[in-house]
Antibody, heavy 121, light 110 residues
Framework: EVQLVESGGGLVKPGGSLRLSCAAS????????MNWVRQAPGKGLEWVSS????????PYVDSVKGRFTISRDNARNSLYLQMNGLRAEDSAVYYC??????????????WGQGTLVTVSS | QSALTQPASVSGSPGQSITISCTGS?????????VSWYQHRPGKAPKLMIY???NRPSGVSNRFSGSKSGNTASLTISGLQAEDEADYYC??????????FGGGTKLTVL
């Protein structure tokens, strides 16, 4: 059974930092790209970042560039999101999702249950 | 990186068909055939329903179908069932190799 389990969310003050983790099991983690997608309260889904299977290609949504860093450890089947300089508008449920395509384009075929990040003073 | 445009809500009665539109631009939907649709129920993980405009993953009902014309993609659900009630999101890969989602459409089964 495929499982993606996020952790590391919580309450943090504006300007603070948080590191999210996503532990994967039941899938060939090292063969596929991984992603972070977020959903702010009452809002829609927003793609945040992707990381290729070999960590060589890493795009970000403009709003997090320079503040967030995605990384992965294929030996540990884990995905990470280091979030610095957090703002109120970063408050959201953060999902990790596997990109089921090897090659151009994306399709998110497996998702975790999400971890809640709240940025507030 | 503007969000794709979806209607905020659609509704239909059991057994009917509904269509949800998703409008983008020549830099995303119009550029690639990499449009996906996701079903999202509250408190649950999103579920992939359609990928590459019109392909269904294994296990997804054939009542779900997708299409695209120009910069607009569509999701059609036929034979509506109560269990179809959820939020639906489109997404597209972009020419700058990012990903963009639609604002989401709340489907109500009357």
């Amino acid at each position: 059974e495929v499982q993606l389990v996020e952790s590391g969310g919580g309450l943090v003050k504006p300007g603070g930092s948080l590191r999210l983790s996503c532990a994967a099991s039941g899938l060939a983690f090292s063969d596929y790209g991984m992603n972070w997608v977020r959903q702010a309260p009452g809002k829609g889904l927003e793609w945040v970042s992707s990381i290729s299977s070999d960590s060589k290609y890493i795009p970000y949504v403009d709003s997090v560039k320079g503040r967030f860093t995605i990384s992965r450890d294929n030996a540990r089947n884990s995905l990470y999101l280091q979030m610095n300089g957090l703002r109120a508008e970063d408050s959201a449920v953060y999902y990790c999702a596997r990109d089921g395509r090897r090659g151009p384009g994306r399709r998110f075929d497996y998702w975790g249950q999400g971890t809640l990040v709240t940025v507030s003073s | 990186q503007s969000a794709l445009t979806q209607p905020a809500s659609v509704s239909g009665s059991p057994g009917q068909s509904i269509t949800i539109s998703c409008t983008g631009s020549s830099s995303d939907i119009g550029y690639y055939n990499y449009v996906s649709w996701y079903q999202h129920r509250p408190g649950k993980a999103p579920k992939l329903m359609i990928y590459d405009v019109s392909n269904r993953p294994s296990g997804v009902s054939n009542r779900f179908s997708g299409s695209k014309s120009g910069n607009t993609a569509s999701l059609t659900i036929s034979g509506l069932q109560a269990e179809d009630e959820a939020d639906y999101y489109c997404s597209s890969s972009t020419r700058s190799d990012t990903e963009v989602f639609g604002g989401g459409t709340k489907l109500t089964v009357l």
